[in-house]
T-cell receptor, first 111, second 113 residues
Framework: GENVEQHPSTLSVQEGDSAVIKCTYSDSASNYFPWYKQELGKRPQLIIDIRSNVGEKKDQRIAVTLNKTAKHFSLHITETQPEDSAVYFCAANTNAGKSTFGDGTTLTVKP | DAMVIQNPRYQVTQFGKPVTLSCSQTLNHNVMYWYQQKSSQAPKLLFHYYDKDFNNEADTPDNFQSRRPNTSFCFLDIRSPGLGDAAMYLC????????????FGNGTRLTVT
């Protein structure tokens, strides 16, 4: 089955700096890669996603890159703000419809 | 607003006493999932339904069962809760699995006394 590794497990940055979270996956059949943000005590929510036919996608301060050959994808957050503090999960989906999650990254943005 | 609704938000049950958690959706999505999430960990998939087709994860304990009587509702039954089953239980939907994102409910936090 699919295995997703996520790094780092914790990340602390100063407000205004950039944050990068990296994930690798094992199943070459995976073709959809969503990122979820989970604030303390709340449900995970989709923040951005990328499909396997695209190498990069950007939405305001958030971008995701995908390298299918190397089987890794990354989340980039620029100009971080305190409200970006949360746990971020990457995931990889196959056509079977299951999301395999990474273990999560706790991002802390210091004001 | 179309959404995924879980009831109750907090559930306390006694060791060994059966408990049922419920989930409903107004998104008309084909796929419904149950995840277990323990503190500081990733959501762990227990099972999912693609329409009426039930898919159980290999490592989901037999203690956990699920029902999906119709498109809108899905239930999680824990037959004999143990202390290790205390967790947040998240219901999620997706339009068709595969390349569709998950829409999570707010979860039910289960406490076992």
């Amino acid at each position: 089955g699919e295995n997703v590794e996520q790094h780092p497990s914790t990340l602390s940055v100063q407000e205004g700096d950039s944050a990068v979270i990296k994930c690798t996956y094992s199943d070459s059949a995976s073709n959809y890669f969503p990122w979820y943000k989970q604030e303390l005590g709340k449900r995970p929510q989709l923040i951005i996603d990328i499909r396997s036919n695209v190498g990069e996608k950007k939405d305001q301060r958030i971008a995701v890159t995908l390298n299918k050959t190397a089987k890794h994808f990354s989340l980039h957050i620029t100009e971080t703000q305190p409200e970006d503090s949360a746990v971020y999960f990457c995931a990889a989906n196959t056509n079977a419809g299951k999301s395999t999650f990474g273990d999560g990254t706790t991002l802390t943005v210091k004001p | 607003d179309a959404m995924v609704i879980q009831n109750p938000r907090y559930q306390v049950t006694q060791f060994g006493k059966p408990v049922t958690l419920s989930c409903s959706q107004t998104l008309n999505h084909n796929v419904m999932y149950w995840y277990q999430q323990k503190s500081s960990q990733a959501p762990k998939l227990l099972f999912h339904y693609y329409d009426k087709d039930f898919n159980n994860e290999a490592d989901t304990p037999d203690n956990f069962q699920s029902r999906r009587p119709n498109t809108s509702f899905c239930f999680l039954d824990i037959r004999s809760p143990g202390l290790g089953d205390a967790a947040m239980y998240l219901c999620a939907t997706s339009r068709d699995g595969g390349s569709s994102p998950l829409h999570f409910g707010n979860g039910t936090r289960l406490t076992v006394t």
